[in-house]
């Protein structure tokens, strides 16, 4: 082999480390990239960023995921695991490595899970199995409230703790069931169909915390649709905050935990109808007041009616008309007897004037006859005794 | 049904459920809001009201949690583990 006339390029290596760089780099595909195998050579240094190699049965990558990354996950890495990890390619100039940089890592598994659940969520909300139209409203005061969970764990302690605080007048019926595993989808469709929670006016679906794994019983297609089908309405109280479940979508009220379900279930505690009971008494003692004073009051008004009315003051009026009667009456005698008085005053003036003794006090003289008293008119009638009555007396004359 | 329950239920009071009790003293309740009682039922009336509230508060305040197991179909006392 000949040597060529002009020799190829020399690259320093800084030069070409460069340039595989930015082959990596310019690759869209290594650069957002999932990558599944098994953890190994695992080392956190104080520095806090997370350092493991990742492999399979043919080859190794090296990984490395900085510290904020690993400050938000979740999942505890151990040697050995299997696990799939998301980040990009690129290269660590000093010691010529490629390797991936980390920014998430799930149990192998979790994507699958995670698609079929996407899958199931878009049929059954195809189907109108989460539509709002479906959500029956949680009655306000519940007398039997159904729960179905697990008999030992302690999201039912809660829930009894908090029911018991808010509202120890319902009747808990509780349905247990497992909550996890393959054996737990069937159990809590039994559970949630069995005939005595039937009687019951809301029904406690619940779970307490745990991984995607754990909780997955509550994304099972026979326990979303038996939520979904039930007759009591349901809450569903799965996990914590952030976790959503198939069954919170199917369920007529979701709660963030076991607890609030168990709030939202009771949404009237007993202090309210203590208060309640307390505010009725008041009014019954008021209105009932009220009733008495408005009674009192209407007696009032009859009373002064009846006095009104009463012959008492008929019999004063009565005895006034007899008052004033018998005060004309009285009035009319006087101006009467004044009338006749003077009459009888004009009268006597008269009986004075024709009075036979003016006559004799004018000179005149009565002469009448001794033996029988007749008046002497006529010579013819003289008698020789005769009495001569003049205006002071009479005296006795003889005829001559 | 509160005025359903005003007519006379007359069950003795101990002998009332609270929510019996609640909705026949919110009977009572609106019977006397309305002054068109006699005043000698509107006594008897607030005397029952007085003694269903009483009832109401015996029964809130005696209130206890019952916790009942379903196993099938049978119903069994629920016994709560202590802590």
Redesign the interface.
């Known amino acids: 082999m000949q040597p060529s006339l002009f020799p190829a390029q020399t690259f320093t290596v800084s030069k070409l480390t460069f340039l595989i760089r930015k082959l990596l780099e310019e690759n869209e595909s290594l650069q957002d990239v999932w990558v599944q195998g098994e953890i190994s050579n695992l080392s956190r240094p104080a520095s806090g960023h997370v350092y493991f190699t990742l492999k399979d049965a043919n080859a190794s990558l090296k990984c490395v995921m900085w510290k904020t990354s690993a400050a938000r996950m979740k999942l505890t890495l151990r040697d050995g695991m299997e696990v799939e990890v998301h980040g990009k390619i690129g290269i660590y100039e000093p010691q010529g490595l490629y390797q991936l940089y980390a920014d998430q890592i799930r149990p192998v598994g979790e994507g699958a899970l995670y698609q079929e659940f996407m899958r199931l969520k878009a049929q059954l909300e195809a189907e109108g199995l989460f539509d709002p139209e479906r959500k029956r409203p949680i009655p306000e005061l519940p007398?039997k409230i159904?729960i179905v969970t697990s008999?030992?764990g302690a999201a039912l302690?809660d829930m009894?703790n908090t029911?018991?605080r808010r509202?120890?007048?319902?009747?808990?019926?509780?349905?247990?069931s497992p909550v996890q595993g393959v054996d737990a989808p069937p159990a809590l469709v039994k559970?949630l169909n069995?005939?005595?929670?039937q009687s019951s006016d809301v029904i406690i679906l619940a779970r307490g915390g745990g991984s995607i794994e754990d909780l997955w019983a509550f994304n099972d297609e026979r326990v979303v649709r038996a939520v979904a089908s039930s007759n009591i309405p349901i809450i569903s109280g799965v996990g914590h905050e952030t976790d959503f479940t198939l069954c919170d979508f199917a369920a007529d009220l979701r709660a963030p935990t076991p607890t609030a379900a168990a709030e939202l279930a009771t949404p009237i505690t007993?202090q309210d109808?203590?208060a309640?009971?307390?505010n009725?008494?008041s009014?019954?003692?008021s209105?009932?007041l009220?009733?008495?004073s408005?009674?009192q009051f209407s007696l009032e008004s009859l009373a002064s009616q009846l006095r009104y009315l009463s012959p008492a003051r008929l019999i004063q009026s009565e005895s006034q008309r007899v008052d004033e009667l018998s005060r004309r009456a009285s009035s009319a005698a006087f101006n009467r007897i004044i009338l006749e008085s003077k009459h009888l005053e004009g009268t006597g003036k008269r009986l004075e004037a024709l009075s036979p003794l003016a006559v004799l006090a004018r000179g005149y003289a009565v002469v009448t006859r001794k033996e029988d008293g007749s008046v002497v008119s006529r010579v013819a009638q003289a008698s020789d005794e005769m009495k001569v009555r003049v205006s002071d007396g009479e005296f006795e004359v003889r005829k001559s | 049904m509160p005025k359903a329950s005003t007519k006379k239920s007359e069950k003795p009071i101990e002998e009332l459920t609270y929510e019996e009790a609640l909705a026949e003293l919110e009977g009572i309740v609106e019977v006397l809001e309305g002054e068109q009682s006699q005043l000698e039922e509107a006594i008897k009336l607030f005397e029952r009201g007085q003694a269903l509230a009483a009832r109401c508060g015996v029964l809130l305040e005696a209130a206890q949690l019952k916790v009942k197991q379903v196993a099938g179909d049978d119903v069994s006392a629920f016994e709560e583990e202590s802590e």
């Open positions: 007398r159904g008999a030992t302690r009894l029911l018991r509202l120890p007048l319902v009747e808990v019926l509780l349905t247990p559970a069995s005939p005595i929670l007993i109808l203590a309640t009971v307390s009725l008494n009014l019954i003692l209105s009932t009220a009733l008495i408005s009674k």
